[in-house]
């Protein structure tokens, strides 16, 4: 389906796995896993313009790391922390796009969970700031 969608707009699919890492094993429950992937990629498509690219790069993260999780329902923060406290993560958590900015910044998490619907910034801005990008750029895409 994202290919399909990605061809009929002239988009191009890249992937980049970084090599030289020792093999990691990620515990995760794979049908979970494979639905956050569709839906990152399939937002992705959505919202890149036609003849744009969409680079999905991969890197093994540390055995343990930090997961910064956005988003503005309490409950489901704290579900996340838990199972990934439990796995062995530092957790760190924000409820709005100002606080995204703030916590990547001064504590530069390997991964940030958020979605583009963000309250006082959207996480496409987001995503222009943390990479360095001007917010107004719209350079291949909205990120």
């Not at 923060?77 to 990934?84: G, S, Y």
Request: hydrophobic letters at 35%; a positive charge.
């Amino acid at each position: 389906m994202i290919f399909w969608k990605a061809a009929k707009h002239n988009i191009t699919l890249n992937k980049e796995m970084t090599t030289g890492i020792q093999e990691q094993q990620i515990i995760a429950d794979n049908r979970r896993l494979k639905q956050i992937m569709y839906n990152l990629l399939s937002n992705a498509a959505r919202f890149t313009l036609d003849g744009g690219t969409i680079t999905a790069k991969g890197n093994f993260m540390k055995e343990t790391g930090t997961i910064l999780i956005v988003g503005d329902e309490p409950r489901n923060r704290k579900l996340f922390k838990d199972v990934m406290q439990y796995r062995g993560f530092t957790v760190l958590e924000a409820r709005n796009g100002r606080e995204v900015v703030a916590q990547a910044k001064r504590y530069h998490p390997d991964l940030t969970l958020m979605d583009i619907q963000r309250t006082l910034m959207d996480g496409i801005t987001v995503t222009r700031i943390l990479s360095g990008r001007p917010p107004w750029s719209s350079r291949n895409g909205p990120c």
